[in-house]
């Protein structure tokens, strides 16, 4: 019995050795999850008062952001990469990164507010491809990322991948722009997807997380404002008791919400490749009408900015 003890544990050392290697194996220098390191350094030497977009890949793929600061006439970053981060996630990554008389622009998806709060394996590229351990647990705001396995399994084959040609259809870390933008995608053709089947149910812990995020930024000297995800039409029909209810609970909570979700809601036709990544007319389309509502909202040009410009 003892010996078989001793086998187990040395079995499942084995195992977690395993897994930790894995997890610390690097991806090909250009892999997309890395260009979050590039967006820390342009944030960390931005000026302030300054406006920080933050989501997932709606934010990435669907928003021009020179076009937003030339409007403004402040500087404009998008953090956005990927919904699967979690957004307690990127709330706390966005916050690090703000100081007093910042804006922050939340545009979650929709799934942040029913099961993927807390992210799954994209959360796990980020903590450990990427090597930002600071943001593997913080109880209150977010805990331990699902899908573990199929993280494990991503990965290698991402490993592997880099000893291939590389697709041509690939998001890659030198698609972003100078703002934070992705646009390797704007000159290709739409791809072909599926709508996204009905979301639900509406996690009201996520609204009250948000919540207290919100009121600590405010203490802060921070605004956070609140928008909505461009999103494909048959997915929003489909999701649209859903987004109704969400509309509903955040109207009613201490939040700046300025948008409203059918003004997001787009044909198929403006999207490239998934119910959130806009191609080049979506992009317009949503960028303007997302400084309509900045400019409702009573965002205007900065003046402490332009004195010093």
């Not at 394996?121 to 990427?130: M, N």
Request: glycine share 10%; net charge neutral; aromatic share 12%.
């Amino acid at each position: 019995m003892k010996r078989f003890v001793v086998k187990l544990v040395l079995f499942a050392l084995l195992f977690l050795a395993g897994i930790g290697g894995l997890m610390l194996l690097p991806l090909p220098s250009q892999s997309y999850i890395l260009a979050i390191l590039d967006k820390y350094r342009s944030l960390e030497t931005l000026e302030s008062p300054k406006l920080v977009i933050a989501g997932g890949s709606n934010c990435a793929f669907g928003i021009d952001s020179e076009a937003i600061s030339q409007a403004l006439g402040m500087p404009v970053f998008n953090l956005g990469m990927n919904a699967g981060f979690g957004l307690g996630r990127i709330l706390e990554d966005a916050g690090s990164f703000l100081k007093e008389g910042d804006v922050l622009l939340l545009i979650p998806e929709y799934s942040h507010f029913t099961d993927a709060w807390n992210g799954g394996e994209a959360a796990y590229e980020l903590i450990f491809t990427a090597r930002q351990y600071r943001l593997l647990l913080r109880p209150g705001l977010y805990g331990l990322p699902g899908n573990v396995q199929s993280y494990l399994v991503t990965h290698l084959q991402g490993f592997i991948a880099g000893f291939r040609p590389p697709n041509p259809l690939a998001y890659t870390r030198d698609g972003f722009n100078a703002y934070g933008d992705y646009t390797g995608h704007l000159e290709r053709e739409n791809q072909a997807f599926q709508s996204q089947e009905a979301l639900g149910p509406l996690d009201q812990e996520a609204v009250r997380r948000l919540c207290r995020f919100a009121a600590a930024c405010e203490e802060r000297g921070i605004q956070v404002l609140l928008s909505y995800p461009s999103y494909e039409e048959g997915s929003f029909a489909a999701s649209r008791e859903l987004i109704h209810a969400l509309d509903r609970t955040l109207r009613e909570a201490p939040l700046g919400v300025i948008s409203r979700p059918e003004t997001y809601c787009f044909p198929r036709s403006f999207f490239y490749d998934t119910v959130y990544h806009l191609n080049r007319e979506g992009r317009q389309r949503r960028t303007k009408a997302l400084l309509q509502d900045l400019s409702r909202a009573g965002l205007r040009r900065s003046s402490s900015w332009e004195r010093r410009h």
